[in-house]
């Protein structure tokens, strides 16, 4: 089993719609959680790092943490064709140097 | 351009030959990781590095990979021998200390004819 699950995908929506996007993971010692974007041929950027369990808001972009699940979720509002890209979940121990990435989504939002 | 380079963004290789993947954190960053991306698959850990010094390196396959962060002068991934499944996309990523958010580069694709 993989520490860190994320559905590949493709996902396609139409522009202005809600997109979830969600990761699952074995190790219970994950504390730090982030989802990173990727645009093609270029390196992943951060979108949004929390810590435990909880809600965090940026903008149009909602990070939700379920540590009793073990999932993890990143909710887009209003998507836009910009936000087409690879998604990827990431997950770090505390006091770990190295971070466990999910395979990531390809979302494209549709004009 | 501060943000983390690598080069070169392509490079072409035949089974046997030697790779060298070249990194420059971000202007500050004194700490570096690299990750290998997989078609297909997430990015993959293979080591952390500080100038002069290999903090963890348990991601790096044993035998063919090794890595350097001189005092002067970039960081470097090298593949010696390498092979077609060595094929795939090397990011490096740099932070300011130990922890924090990891800056990435565009990454070095390796293609092994």
């Known amino acids: 089993q993989k520490e860190v699950e994320q559905d590949p995908g493709p996902l396609s929506v139409p522009e202005g719609a809600i997109v979830s996007l969600n990761c699952t993971y074995s190790?219970?010692?994950?504390?730090?959680f982030m989802w990173y974007r990727q645009y093609s041929r270029k390196g992943p950027e951060l979108l949004m790092y929390t810590y435990s369990s909880g809600n965090k808001e940026d903008g149009r972009f909602t990070a939700q943490v379920d540590k009793s699940s073990k999932y993890i979720s990143l909710f887009i509002r209003d998507s836009q064709p910009s936000d087409s890209a690879t998604y990827l979940c990431a997950m770090q121990r505390t006091g770990a140097n190295n971070l466990f990435f999910g395979t990531g989504t390809r979302l494209t939002v549709i004009p | 351009n501060a943000g983390v380079m690598q080069n070169p963004r392509h490079l072409v290789r035949r089974r046997g030959q030697e790779a060298r993947l070249r990194c420059s954190p971000m202007k500050g960053h004194s700490h570096v990781y690299w990750y290998r991306q997989l078609p297909e698959e997430g990015l993959k850990f293979m080591v952390y590095l500080q100038k002069e010094n290999i903090i963890d390196e348990s991601g790096m396959p044993k035998e063919r990979f090794s890595a350097e962060f001189p005092k002067e002068g970039p960081s470097i991934l090298r593949i010696q021998q390498v092979v077609r499944g060595d094929s795939a996309a090397y990011f490096c990523?740099?932070?300011?200390?130990?922890?924090?958010?990891?800056?990435f580069g565009e990454g070095s694709r390796l293609t092994v004819l």
């Open positions: 190790n219970s010692a994950f504390q730090y």
């Open positions: 990523a740099s932070t300011q200390g130990a922890t924090g958010e990891l800056f």
